[in-house]
Structure formats: structure tokens, C-alpha cells
């Protein structure tokens, strides 16, 4: 499959299926990474311990796919930034403000508390959604930072990747794209270092790339490093990409981020750097690798076809509606002081429950208001705008 096919537009070239597939891989990797940290005294000794890496292989994708959808659109293919921002906020926007709403009714179910059980005024939670709404974050102690632990986007945590990816493709639009592929080399590699360095420096304070949730700190530092390599690197890769026949490469590609992304944290004998060192390779070596395998791969039956059809249509919608509920889960848990062995079976149920929903917000909300919306402003393009 090639990639630069100019006289294709987006919704006539052929879907890279198995990074759909791959996607939704990686965010159900979230969702237990995020049911054990109700279990952790700290990122040292966290179960699935890596699986904040998902959001730079998500970043990396990001930016494959933007670059292979749009990348020859622009000038003469018609589009412009106007076009661009609108196919990315009917795209992206509507779960967007759906996991906020959920947030919203979750944290008023708990109590409307900070973490320390200080309650918070209603008026605080109304700013809190609206500002969510218009992706304006949070800083730690203003009273819209409703959580009270330093999140950007209290309501819903892991909103805070969709800021930077939102800030990812005003860049895109505005400046990557207008890059020649050598420049762009020498930026993904300028990026590069400075995500190493980052890491390497120990800059985030826990030796990991887990970063970018929070203001404080050098967090927004680290999520604009995440997004800036990983974002531009997909890009680079969509120009370059020459498949290579892999079979079987789904498969080898899901073990491969499973893997990785449960690694528990390295260098517990003091030597807490290999941890970092660790972090950087996936991003900068073996993510890319997946990646191209990934993209290289063909389904070559129905029934992996219907996986990766599934798991690439729940991958955002999951993502984006599962954390309030793990909000809930970590005050019971907490409470009641309780181990992994005694609520297994909850948690299966939680995975279980956010991967329903998901569905159903897909069908019965995203899909029509992405539709609905399209047609209103792409003028007979509204399915290809959705999908866009």
C-alpha cells in the first residue's frame, strides 16, 4: 500500500486497518494500566507499569494518519486551515465533550470532593466543565482544579493527550506541513533529543515519561516534547513509507505494545535512569518499528478484519469516557482499603462496562453528530468529513 496517492481524497484511499486495530490495542492497554494504579503506592511499583507510553504510540499514529490523509490536500487539492481545524473538531470534539459531561455526573456522584475529601463548591464544577469544553486547563490550587492533584483536566484526566494533540495539528496545519522531508528529518531529530534529554535528566522527577497531565512542574514541558517527536515522527514516516510484506503482522504488533507497555520500572537498585533510558527507546526505536510493521500488514481474513474493524471504532470513544469511572473505583478501593484479588471481578466488569458504552456512544452519539455536523458544513461531503 502506498501513501501518496494525490489523486485520491481521504475518504477513496485505502484504510491502514490494522493500526485501527493497533489503536484500540493500546487504549484497552490504558484502561488496565489505569485499573492498577488504584492498586500502586507509587510509578515504581505500578502493575502494567509502562502504559503511559500508549499516548506517544497514539501521538505517533496521530500524526502517520493526519500526514497520509491531508498531507497532499493542501493549495491546490483545496484544503485550507479553516477546513483542516473543522475536520479535526467534528473528528475529535463530540466525545471530547461527551467524557466531560460523564466526569461531570461521576465526580457530583462522589461527592464533589478534592482528593482529600474537601468538598467543593458547585459553582466551581460548572467553571470546570465549561472551560473543559473550550480545552482550557486547569492550574494546580485554581479553583476550577476540582480533583485537587494538579490535573489539567480534572473532570477527565486523560483529556489532557487531546490538548496536545489539538496543539499538534494547529502546528501541522500552520508549519510541520509546510516542511520539506529533510527539513522535517532534522526537526523529528532536534525533537528527539530533547525528549531524551528530558527524560534522561530526570526532568519529569519519577525517571519515566509520564507526563503532560499537569501544569505544575516541567509537566507541560514534557507533554509538548511527547507530542512534538512522536507527532512529527508519524508524519515523517507517512512520507517515506514503503511497505514490506510481514504476515501475520496484527498480531506480532499486539504482543509487541503488550508487552512493552507492561514492563515493570527498571532500576529499582538505584540505578533509576535505565528506567528513563528505557522510555526513550520505545518512543524513539521500537514504536516506529510497530508502527511500520504495522502499516506494512494486510488483514487476510473477515474475522481480523472485524477485530481491527472494532477495536480502531472503540479505540477514541473508550480513551476518552473511561477515566471518570476509574475516578469512582479509586474512592472505593481507597476507602474500603481493598487488594486487586478482592475486586478483580469489579474491575473485569469496569473494562468490560467502558467497552459497551463506548460502543454505544459511538453509534448512537458520535457517528450522528459527526454526521449531522458534516452535512451542515461540508456541503455534500458530510461522510467524508466524519470520517476525516
Known amino acids: 500500500m502506498q501513501v501518496n496517492n494525490s489523486n485520491l481524497t481521504y475518504s477513496e484511499k485505502p484504510r491502514y486497518e490494522l493500526l485501527d486495530g493497533l489503536r484500540g490495542v493500546a487504549a484497552l492497554m490504558v484502561i488496565w494500566y489505569h485499573v492498577f494504579e488504584g492498586f500502586c503506592t507509587s510509578s515504581m511499583d505500578q502493575f502494567l507499569n509502562h502504559g503511559y507510553l500508549a499516548v506517544d504510540f497514539f501521538f505517533m499514529l496521530s500524526g502517520f494518519v493526519v500526514g497520509y490523509a491531508y498531507d497532499d490536500r493542501w493549495g491546490s487539492g483545496g484544503l485550507t486551515f479553516k477546513g483542516f481545524a473543522r475536520r479535526r473538531l467534528i473528528r475529535l470534539h463530540p466525545m471530547l465533550l461527551m467524557g466531560m459531561l460523564i466526569g461531570v455526573v461521576t465526580y457530583i ?16 464544577v460548572a467553571i470546570a466543565a465549561v472551560l473543559s469544553c473550550f480545552f482550557v486547563p486547569a492550574y494546580p490550587g485554581a479553583g476550577h482544579e476540582v480533583r485537587g492533584n494538579g490535573e489539567m483536566f480534572p473532570l477527565n484526566g486523560p483529556s489532557w493527550s487531546l490538548f496536545f494533540e489539538y496543539i499538534a495539528n494547529i502546528l501541522y496545519a500552520l508549519w510541520l506541513r509546510r516542511l520539506s522531508t529533510r527539513a522535517l528529518i532534522v526537526w523529528v531529530c532536534l525533537s528527539g533529543i530533547g525528549l531524551a534529554c528530558y527524560a534522561l535528566g530526570n526532568m519529569s522527577g519519577f525517571h519515566h515519561l509520564g507526563v503532560g497531565w499537569t501544569l505544575a512542574d516541567y509537566g507541560f514541558i514534557g507533554g509538548l516534547l511527547r507530542v512534538g517527536f512522536s507527532f ?29 507497555l507492561a514492563v515493570p520500572f527498571m532500576g529499582m537498585d538505584g540505578a533509576m535512569w535505565t528506567n528513563a533510558l528505557y522510555d526513550v527507546t520505545c518512543v524513539v526505536l521500537l514504536f516506529p518499528i510497530i508502527l511500520y510493521v504495522g502499516a506494512s500488514g494486510v488483514t487476510s481474513d473477515s474475522r481480523s478484519s472485524a477485530v481491527c474493524d472494532f477495536l480502531g471504532k472503540i479505540s477514541y470513544p473508550v480513551y476518552i469516557i473511561h477515566y471518570p469511572f476509574m475516578y469512582l473505583f479509586y474512592a472505593w478501593v481507597w476507602a474500603e482499603e481493598l487488594a486487586f484479588g478482592d475486586v478483580w471481578y469489579v474491575a473485569l466488569g469496569i473494562v468490560a462496562g467502558c467497552i459497551v458504552l463506548a460502543y454505544l456512544c459511538l453509534k448512537y452519539y458520535d457517528e450522528p453528530v459527526r454526521r449531522w455536523l458534516s452535512s451542515r458544513c461540508g456541503k455534500g461531503r458530510g461522510a467524508a468529513l466524519a470520517k476525516a
Do not use: E, N, Y
Request: with cysteine; net charge positive.
Open 109 to 124: 456522584i462522589q461527592g464533589c470532593v478534592h482528593w482529600d475529601g474537601t468538598h467543593v463548591s458547585g459553582h466551581w
Open 232 to 260: 512529527s515522527l508519524g508524519m515523517l514516516m507517512a512520507r517515506v513509507f514503503r511497505p514490506l510484506k510481514v504476515r501475520g503482522a496484527f498480531w506480532i504488533c499486539s504482543v509487541a505494545i503488550i508487552g512493552l
